[in-house]
């Protein structure tokens, strides 16, 4: 998984971020709330540990502003000090999945995270995913970064099998037998539905994912 840590304490962050390192995931951590929020916000993440009681702008905020502004699925457990109903409640008011009171066991942690991320995924089985780019099989849904994307179908049949095919390239040829069989327009309207997806896709996002492998093809990456 990869896992964001936003914990004010020096201690603790280090020391989640060091046991969960070790357990195989990739980890990235912040100490301040707002440092905290610019990571969720800007980068894909599976789980965030968050802290409530943090400076500058608190848990409960970023954990709104995630699920309300940036329409993030990312699974989130809320770490505090309280352990009061109303504090806990608050929390999964604004969107958390879970709720831990410190002190806690950092296995019992990783264990709630594993356990929200892996209900998901076996809901969503049915789902392409390069880097923060995620099509829903079921649901026809293209969403980047948690933000939803329209495209036509010609567009969704294209990028359905560049995802199957990522890093790799997919031949110009391919592509066109897989939307117009034989009967491939005059005009060239593999490259108008390309540079159309492209302007969807990545326009608004500072990583492009679509890139045009000069003489071949097309191929979708990192």
Known sequence: MRILVVEDSRDIHDNLIEFLTLKGHEVEGALSGLAGLNLAASRPFDAILLDIMLPGIDGNQICHSLRHHSRSNVAIVMLSARDQLADRLAGFDVGADDYITK??????????????????????????RVADLHYDLD??????????????????????LLMRRSPGTVRRQELEDLVWGRDVPASDSLRSNIHLLRRVMDKDFATPLLHTVHGTGYKLAE
């Open 139 to 160: 649901t026809y849904e293209v969403t980047r970064a948690g933000r939803s994307l329209k495209l036509n179908p010609t567009n969704l049949k294209i990028l359905d």
């Open 103 to 128: 002190p806690f066991a950092m296995s019992e942690a990783l264990a709630r995270m594993e356990a929200i991320v892996n209900r998901r995924t076996h809901r969503g089985t049915r789902v392409l």
